[in-house]
């Protein structure tokens, strides 16, 4: 059985970093994409960052593009998202979701329980 468990989040002020973590288990990561997504309340989910099962390849979207990176650790069967320059619209849930596939795409198989990080003006 599959399962992505985020740690990191917090409250930090503006401008602060974060780095968060999503540890898998039930399955070989290296085999798989995995992407970060956030929602905040009243708004709708939101993907902000996708790796390739390599690495090689990651994908952001414009509201975090240069302040965020995704990585991960295959061995360690790790993702991580650093988070520098945080703002206060950064505001949200935070999840990792792994999918079935080695490619960022737009179908996500299994998804983490979530972690909150809160930045203050």
């Known amino acids: 059985q599959v399962r992505l468990v985020e740690s990191g989040g917090g409250s930090v002020q503006y401008g602060g970093s974060l780095r968060l973590s999503c540890t898998a288990s039930?399955?070989?990561?290296?085999?798989?994409?995995f992407g970060w997504f956030r929602q905040a309340p009243g708004q709708e989910r939101e993907r902000i960052a996708c790796i390739s099962s390599s690495g090689r390849n990651t994908v952001y979207a414009d509201s975090v593009k240069d302040r965020f990176t995704i990585s991960r650790d295959n061995t360690e069967n790790r993702v991580f998202l650093q988070m520098t320059r945080l703002r206060p619209e950064d505001t949200a849930t935070y999840y990792c979701a792994v999918r079935s596939v080695p490619n960022c795409g737009s179908t996500w198989d299994n998804w983490g329980q979530g972690t909150q990080v809160t930045v203050s003006s």
């Open positions: 039930g399955l070989r990561l290296d085999y798989y994409a």
